[in-house]
């Protein structure tokens, strides 16, 4: 079976660093190969582990070194910036001192032949690198650029004329470069501030109980079945409260800001931070699949999908960098040959549409968007599992909405026939195994009962009926319908021990307050349909109440996907339901978004997932999908637009070859910026 390898990777400054190494693991053979410039992270997947090595060996000899805890870089970008501005900076002043005989050309090439020759060999490599690949970008550009400016000033001082000095160019390329990589690696880390900060915070060590006393350690050390210490601060695995109490913000997994009282047998999860209390907890799960690294995972695999925009970008950076080498020769030729313009001047405006032109700009414009968006959604209690969904949903004709759970809520009131403490404590385990409305309405009324805790050989859900468990005496206690259970009475959900009743759920739903807005403001964009399995004049009157014009019940779930496949073929659609029943058909849309628990998030098929079940979020998971979308075009739009401009200026000989290296730094920043300055708009949402 293949392993899914991750990496954090050093050395990777721009988007033509993470396709050569895209494309080397995927010339390797290697599978799901994702290589993000943001975080750093590279990831694949491999059968073959021996020769994870070897690989390590390679990518170092590319320039890109396999971070370890104890890997700290001496070689930085930020030192090849310092030692390179301390020379270019006063190559630059001698420059526009408008001294140009030899002695100050000799200056200048004792000034400049420690930056150039810093860029020649941290641009040259990249460029050896890619010629091998059979890729070009936005390096080779660098380099020639640079390369050429320092080879004309050789020549120049050579046979000793000092108007062919442009050591200063040559340099300023290379220098103003590293600075906007620099710079651009700044606010790159700035589009991922909440998941950094998160892991940045996240305990590291824990709290361990044995034997009456605790002691610290390291959280992957901790397994399944201890018991763990929990003070102020971030719970760092999921687990149920054994003693004491505490009350809790969840707003990491739900959104909700209104902290959340944790009593003996309830549910914690990691991420929530502690606000006041203590409490020992009976661990559930390792690190690794703990509820917020699962939400950390996909938040990695989110960004890994590529809207369609990308990958139009994607096809434009391509050709770029060989259209850009064919205009830089054209511009020499015509300058030199056709305008009778001076050979100097003709290779300096040659060298200035090299270095102006920007691929990188293409392939910043989506990634730093989608980053933004993710993050911004996540703030929200918004879960978004694949990036290009986004893109479907801000585009959506149809909205296919589920009843029960995802429209109207239950209140759910208990009646035993009996005060049975052990029976109560049967079913608190029960439904601790379902995520249905009626279960966590449940689990919240038995929270804070002092219960028996009874063992069971199993416990197993029915979808749509119930559930079945078997105690260690082999009884059978059974949670579900009246209708599946045979009991008739006037409970909505029966609960019976070998068959006899012991008591059940009465309930009546109601729809939420922030419902009516959201069908409203979808309404404005596209057509609302309601499918249900529930009676028709329950299906009648909600649909009557909120406006819905198409409202089918009593669907079996072979009519609710056909009905689902239909609306698909005609246009973009999008399914929000409970996630419990309706797995099938959040698969058979273009978007499922699910309506469900942090704890169930993963298990459900939908592309989206409202953590805490707020209905009136998705109006805010539409807006941030439509304003992401926005970001992505007019990143885009300027990315072009630049390119447009600023090619035809250099090569017309108005933007000399150092204002090009940092106009053409200066449009990646701006496309970042761009993207980071949306973290406020969607915070205001």
């Not at 975080?39 to 491999?46: A, D, M, N, P, Y």
């Not at 001076?342 to 270095?355: D, E, G, K, N, P």
């Amino acid at each position: 079976m293949a392993k899914q390898i991750e990496w954090n990777v050093d050395g990777m400054t721009c988007t033509g660093c993470t396709g050569k190494v895209s494309k080397y693991l995927e010339g390797l053979g290697f599978k799901e190969v994702f290589v993000d410039l943001i975080s750093g992270t590279v990831r694949f997947k491999t059968d073959d582990t021996e020769m994870l090595d070897e690989l390590r060996d390679s990518l170092s000899q590319m320039g890109y070194r396999v971070k370890s805890d104890d890997y700290k870089p001496w070689w930085t970008l930020e030192k090849k910036l310092l030692i390179s501005a301390l020379f270019t900076i006063p190559l630059i002043i001698l420059h526009f001192l408008g001294m140009h005989d030899m002695r100050a050309y000799t200056l200048s090439l004792v000034l400049a032949i420690v930056p150039i020759s810093i860029g020649l060999w941290h641009y040259g490599r990249s460029t050896w690198r890619s010629l091998r690949q059979r890729t070009v970008d936005m390096d080779i550009l660098i380099f020639v650029g640079g390369f050429a400016a320092f080879v004309y000033s050789m020549i120049g001082y050579l046979i000793r004329e000092p108007n062919y000095n442009f050591f200063e160019t040559s340099a300023s390329i290379f220098t103003i470069v590293f600075f906007g990589h620099w710079v651009e690696q700044l606010a790159l880390r700035k589009t991922q501030d909440f998941i950094r900060q998160l892991k940045d915070e996240f305990p590291k060590t824990v709290e361990l109980l044995t034997g009456g006393k605790t002691k610290s350690l390291d959280i992957n050390r901790i397994g399944i079945g201890d018991i763990i210490s929990l003070r102020q601060g971030i719970i760092p695995l999921d687990g149920k409260v054994l003693s004491g109490e505490l009350l809790v913000s969840e707003a990491i997994l739900t959104g909700e800001s209104a902290p959340v009282r944790k009593l003996k047998g309830m549910e914690v999860y990691s991420g929530s931070e502690i606000l006041s209390g203590e409490a020992t907890a009976l661990v559930h799960s390792l690190s690794a699949q703990s509820t917020i690294q699962q939400i950390l995972d996909l938040v990695k695999k989110a960004e890994a999908k590529k809207p369609s925009l990308h990958r139009l970008a994607d096809r434009v950076s391509a050709i770029f960098v060989p259209t850009v080498m064919i205009l830089s020769l054209l511009t020499f030729l015509l300058s030199y040959f056709a305008l009778d313009i001076s050979f100097a001047q003709a290779a300096m405006r040659s060298i200035a549409v090299l270095v102006i032109s920007c691929p990188c700009a293409l392939g910043l414009a989506t990634p730093a968007a989608v980053a933004v968006g993710i993050n911004g959604a996540l703030k929200k209690g918004i879960l978004i599992k694949r990036a290009d969904v986004m893109e479907q949903l801000s585009k959506a004709k149809y909205y296919i909405l589920d009843k029960t759970g995802t429209l109207t809520q239950a209140k759910v009131e208990l009646r035993m026939l009996h005060d049975d403490p052990n029976a109560l404590g049967v079913l608190r385990q029960m439904v601790e195994k379902s995520s249905h409305p009626i279960a966590s309405a449940l689990r919240k009324i038995l929270a804070d009962r002092q219960l028996p805790e009874p063992e069971f050989q199993r416990i197993e859900e029915i979808k749509g009926s119930g559930l079945i468990a078997t105690d260690h005496q082999g009884i059978e206690w059974k949670f579900g319908a009246s209708s599946w259970l045979g009991i008739k009475s006037d409970y909505r959900s029966a609960f019976t021990r070998e068959g006899e009743l012991l008591g059940g759920v009465v309930s009546a739903e109601y729809i939420p307050d922030d419902v009516p807005a959201v069908i409203r403001y979808i309404s404005e964009g596209a057509e609302v349909a309601l499918l249900s399995g529930d009676r028709q004049d329950k299906i009648d009157q909600v649909a009557k109440e909120l406006h819905i014009p198409t409202a089918l019940a009593e669907l079996s779930p072979k009519q609710k996907l056909d009905y689902i496949a239909d609306y698909v073929r005609r246009d973009i659609t999008v399914m929000v339901g409970d996630g419990i029943n309706d797995s099938a058909a959040l698969s058979a849309a273009h978007v499922g978004v699910s309506m469900n628990d942090s704890n169930k998030m993963v298990a459900q098929a939908a592309d989206v997932i409202l953590l805490g079940s707020s209905f009136g979020k998705l109006r805010s998971l539409i807006d941030i999908s439509r304003t992401t979308l926005k970001n992505i075009r007019q990143n885009i739009f300027w990315a072009f637009a630049y390119n447009i401009i600023a090619i035809p200026l250099a090569a017309a000989g108005q933007i000399s070859p150092m204002w090009a290296a940092l106009f053409m730094s200066f449009s990646d920043i701006v496309i970042i910026l761009n993207a980071i300055r949306y973290k406020w708009v969607y915070d205001k949402m």
